[in-house]
Every structure is written in C-alpha cells, then in structure tokens.
C-alpha cells in the first residue's frame, strides 16, 4: 500500500506536470511560485551536459523556489554508475550507455534532453578563417598516422598555412564526447577520399582512449578548447557549447555528400522524424543539410530512485527549459521526434519515495 506521502506526491506531480496537447503545442502547467513540492535534485555526470544543467538548474528554481537543483561534473561514466546505484537523482551523459550498462541497469530511464554536435577546432594560426577535412584526415591526424601539418598538405593535396608538428588535445577523462568523436571516426570507411588516401580507426571507442603518444591529455571540454587556442599548431575536439572563438573544421558527410559546418541548426536537421529508441545514431544523416558529428544528450532516471521533484524537473527542462537550451549553444529538441519520446517515458513515471 502507497504511503500517504506517495499519494500526496504523486497527486502533486500529476497536476504539476500535466502536459496538454492543443493548438498552440505543449503548454506546461505549473504552480503558482513559491507553492508546491519541497526538495533537492542532485545532478552528476557529462561535462558537455553540465552547462545546460547549470542554466536549467537557475531557472527552474525562478519557477520553484523551494525546489533546489544541484549539477555537478565528472564524466557521462560518472553519471551513469551514480544513478544505477541510486546515489543521484539524475546522470547525465552525453553518448547513450553501452548495451552492458542497458542490460545490468533495466530500471534505468535514458531521456533525450537536448541534441549537441561535435566539431574539430584548430587553433586559427594553422590555416586562418577556414578549414575543411573527411573522415580520413581527422583519423589521420588523431590516430597520429601523420604528426606535421607539411606532411598532412602532402598527403591530403590540401593547403596549409601552418607546417610544424600537429599539436593534438583530446579528453583525459571519462567522456561520452570521446565515445562519440571515436565512433564517428570509425565511419571513415564510409568515406571515399578525393585524394585517395584512406585510413581506418583502431583504437576502439571507449569514453577513455588509450591515444598514441605525443598526445596532449587534458580534463573536459573546456580543457581541449583552452590547450587548441592556446597553441598556434593545435587540434582537438570538442561540443558546439565550447567552439568559442576557435576554427571550426567544415566537416564531409558521405550521408548526404556534403560539406557541413556545425551549428544548431545543422546539428538538428540530424535528427530523424522518427525516433524509435533514443540510442539511435544520428550521425552520417542522409538528410540534406544534416552534420556528420550529431548526437542526442541524455538524462537518466532510476525508476527505483525517483522522487516527485525529480519527476517535475526533468518534464520542465523537456518544455520550458528548451527555451534556454539555445543560450549556452545546444540544440532544443523541442517539436522533434527526440522530445515526443522523452515525454511519453516521463508520462509512464510515478515517484517511487
């Protein structure tokens, strides 16, 4: 038999969170400010997810004063182990769980909030206010086959303004940014090089990469973005949140046969009308205009650890915190295939405490 708190909480969630379907869209339904549920939401995980979090986190408590939501950091790994063992109330990750962790965890919610791209930055010394690379470059220059930016003009036929040593950042810690750059570059074989130069990712796509040496390891998006622009030969990758004032690569997509250059809007055309599961990838889209490196930005709800204010957190940040997505440079997902499935999962959910 529920506890009168169950009944009371659950009772309060559904009026809170009623979502209406009408002319006009979503219309989401809260109380007036000041009323309502008391608590704290703890957050943990993805360091690209954790500054939508930080936003979301401020304005959901303009609405819910007495509602306090907490982020923190520490990798998509992170966040998935804290929520499977009931230590947050929410994980966040930025690349969907492997099937191990789906299978060991079955009382785990994963929930598209958001779509994210990733892009290749150089520092603006290596080849001024443009830059283009395939699939086959960037594994090239990652997988360290090819150390000097001469050799890579060479070898590609492209032109390069910088010629010393390729100066290359990536993630030191647990990232599911790392997961999802290295799945992307193990895609390079449905690339045809124009200068017939092919090459094949072998280092797995784990969110920690064992990289070749003579790599520069640093901590979290800001870290690769900081060590890129502060070292005229650098590389990296990095979210669209943290592209700065560096250079964007325009990346090829051989979905659609392409030059793309990420951004909100051609992360989001990647994102297909039908959503059926949400560890669909959406990289490579065929659809026109859509950029290779896309990718759907996740939090996970623990079923057996689900309070009434988590519940109203997460459906608010599924509709009126869309609107403040766009501030810290993601992509809302609001009216996609992507929000329809998130919804009908928080529609299904009861606080379980």
Known sequence: MKSIWKQKSGLMVGLIIGILLGAGGLIFISPPPGRGVQGTITTAGSSTVYPLSQI???EFNVVFPSLTVNPSTGGSGLGQSLVAESLIDIGASSSYPKQNYIDENPDIEVLPISADALGVVVNDAVNGSTFRMDCDMVVAVFQRNITTWADFSSVFGVTVQQTGPINVFVRSDAS?????????????DENTNANGAE???????EEALSFPAGVNAVDGNPGVASGVEGDQSAIGYVGLAFLGELILADLYNPGNGEWV?????????AIPANLTEPGQSIMNSEIEGAYPIARLLFYLVNRFHLSAPTIMFVTWCLVQGQKFISVVGYVPINGTAAQT????????LSPSE
């Not at 250059?261 to 055309?269: E, L, R």
């Open 199 to 205: 090459y094949e990712w072998l280092l797995g796509h």
């Open 261 to 269: 250059t990420p951004s909100i809007a051609t992360a989001v055309k």
């Open 341 to 348: 499935y998130s919804l009908e999962i928080m529609k299904s």
């Open 56 to 58: 979301w986190a401020i």
């Open 176 to 188: 599911g940014t790392t997961a999802t750059f290295a799945k992307w570059l193990e895609t390079a």
